[in-house]
């Protein structure tokens, strides 16, 4: 929705190729709603969400907002955090793939705290085991 025709155009492009790749492997567009239910996909006894809260026990907060094991990304940090919940919920924010340096966050001192990472595991009908790895510096992945 760019008043700039040219970024409109490229924007729209992107749009149209990531939609083509995605029909093609058979993915799916989930909407970003907050932690809403149709914000989150469910594997096992965990819910995959891109998350909303944005606060220093994030993953913590979402465990204890959703009620379950989560898995989301929006805070830019690698962290796992236990709900403070009778039953043993679990959070588990997954870092970023961005630049780490960007422009708006510049004088942020949380931003120092800001790594690349990803979240892998296996799941079954009824329980999810995720792992967190932190891309910086260096990183292999396990054998």
């Not at 004088?107 to 595991?121: I, K, Q």
Request: net charge positive.
């Amino acid at each position: 929705h760019s008043p700039n025709a040219v970024v409109s155009y490229a924007a729209g492009a992107v749009l149209g190729h990531m939609a083509d790749a995605m029909r093609k492997l058979k993915a799916e567009i989930v909407p970003y709603a907050g932690l809403r239910p149709e914000a989150c996909r469910q594997l096992g006894d965990t819910l995959f969400l891109h998350g909303s809260l944005y606060n220093m026990q994030a993953a913590r907060d979402t465990a204890e907002a959703l009620s379950s094991n989560c898995v989301f990304v929006h805070t830019h940090k690698v962290a796992v955090e236990r709900a403070r919940t009778q039953k043993p919920f679990t959070g588990y924010n997954a870092g970023c793939s961005v630049r780490l340096d960007v422009e708006y966050a510049k004088n942020n001192r949380s931003t120092l705290s800001w790594c690349h990472g990803f979240a892998w595991g296996e799941y079954t009908e009824n329980s999810c085991i995720v792992r967190l790895e932190q891309l910086s510096p260096h990183y292999r992945l396990p054998l």
